[in-house]
């Protein structure tokens, strides 16, 4: 009877240890992922942003403080961004993130005061002076996902805008703000007689 118990309490143990490593060697035999130990520091601490900001809608959703269709958009949204994200550090091979927004084609007026026609967006193209277009994502709906330019962008973008300006302005001048086709001398109106 004493041996019957302490062979169970061998084979349970040892049936444990085993049941440990199954799983074990089950986790390490999974292909690569997009777990966030493949990656630097800085896509590690944004991976873990979008990861807390997903807990808080799931949080909030149990409390029923929002509806399932605000809770959906936003779980969608966030997996937008983190598929955006996992696609620009693999592509650049940089640890690097820029401010990245996703929004649903209803939520453009979010970004734009005045909103583009997303059928013309091209990728990389700059929108508003604010915005790269980076391209769509599909994450349960539509999400146009935009990197927000930094500071030096947005001077570099304005001090280009000024040069063309002056250019433009410079010309004008030239020409003597001729009318087009309107040659040197040629008038465009006739001046006027003044009475006697």
Same mark, same amino acid.
């Given at each position: 009877?004493l041996?019957? *118990?302490?062979m169970?309490?061998?084979l ?13 060697l089950?986790?390490r ?9 493949? #990656?630097?520091?800085v896509?590690r601490?944004? /991976? ?16 029923k403080?929002?509806?399932a269709t605000?809770y959906?958009r936003n779980?969608?949204?966030?997996r937008?961004l983190?598929?955006?994200a996992i ?5 650049s091979?940089?640890d ?11 939520e453009?007026r979010t970004?734009f ?5 997303p059928a013309? #967006? ?6 508003a002076d604010?915005f790269r277009f980076?391209?769509t994502?599909?994450?349960?709906e539509v999400?146009? /996902?935009f990197?927000r330019?930094?500071p030096?962008?947005?001077a ?7 040069a063309?300006?002056?250019k ?8 003597g703000?001729?009318? *087009?086709?309107e ?12 009475? *006697?």
């Amino acid at each position: 009877m004493l041996r019957s *118990k302490a062979m169970l309490r061998y084979l349970t143990a040892g049936g444990f240890v085993l049941m440990l490593s199954g799983c074990a060697l089950a986790q390490r035999s999974t292909g690569p992922s997009d777990d966030a130990s493949n #990656f630097g520091p800085v896509m590690r601490a944004y /991976l873990g942003y979008l990861s807390n900001e997903q807990e808080v809608v799931d949080d909030r959703i149990s409390r029923k403080e929002i509806t399932a269709t605000y809770y959906h958009r936003n779980s969608n949204r966030i997996r937008a961004l983190r598929q955006m994200a996992i696609k620009l550090v693999r592509q650049s091979g940089n640890d690097y993130v820029p401010e990245l927004e996703a929004v649903a084609p209803d939520e453009l007026r979010t970004l734009f005061e005045r909103p583009p026609n997303p059928a013309t #967006f091209r990728a990389n193209e700059i929108l508003a002076d604010k915005f790269r277009f980076l391209g769509t994502v599909h994450s349960g709906e539509v999400f146009y /996902l935009f990197a927000r330019l930094d500071p030096y962008e947005q001077a570099e973008l304005m001090q280009r805008h000024n040069a063309e300006m002056l250019k433009t302005d410079a010309i004008e001048d030239a020409t003597g703000g001729l009318a *087009k086709g309107e040659r040197v001398g040629q008038a465009a109106t006739r001046p006027r007689r003044v009475p *006697k």
